[in-house]
């Protein structure tokens, strides 16, 4: 019921930033909890930072707090992560996810992107 584009990956030194886009159709974005994850290769994939439908609510792994930011622009159907202070053990495909309700987009979330590409050099 709702596609998910995931874009702004690319190629980054180790200290910089990045800003990833995820951009939805099918349904109001605003009905959806959002999330992203990232797959590292070898590695199952991780969660990192989810938002609430309204965007008051948000959630973050340890690993990434007081660097990513997850924020949202329900008029543009779209979902954001900023990426500040990157460091090589950031280098994932990054995905973005969807489902109703917050809990579920942190555990199981029922629909995905494709993913893009994040290479951190050191």
């Known amino acids: 019921q709702v596609q998910l584009v995931e874009s702004g990956g690319g190629l980054v030194q180790a200290g910089g930033s990045l800003r990833l886009s995820c951009a939805a159709s099918g349904r109001t974005l605003s009905m959806y909890a959002m999330g992203w994850f990232r797959q590292a290769p070898g590695k199952e994939r991780e969660f990192v930072a989810a938002?609430?439908?309204?965007?008051?609510?948000?959630y973050y792994t340890d690993s990434v707090k007081g660097r990513f930011t997850i924020s949202r622009d329900n008029a543009k159907n779209t979902v954001y992560l900023q990426m500040n202070s990157l460091k090589a053990e950031d280098t994932a495909v990054y995905y973005c996810a969807a489902d109703g309700r917050i809990v579920e987009v942190k555990s199981r979330p029922g629909y995905w992107g494709q993913g893009t590409q994040v290479i951190v050099s050191s």
């Open positions: 938002i609430s439908g309204g965007g008051g609510t948000t």
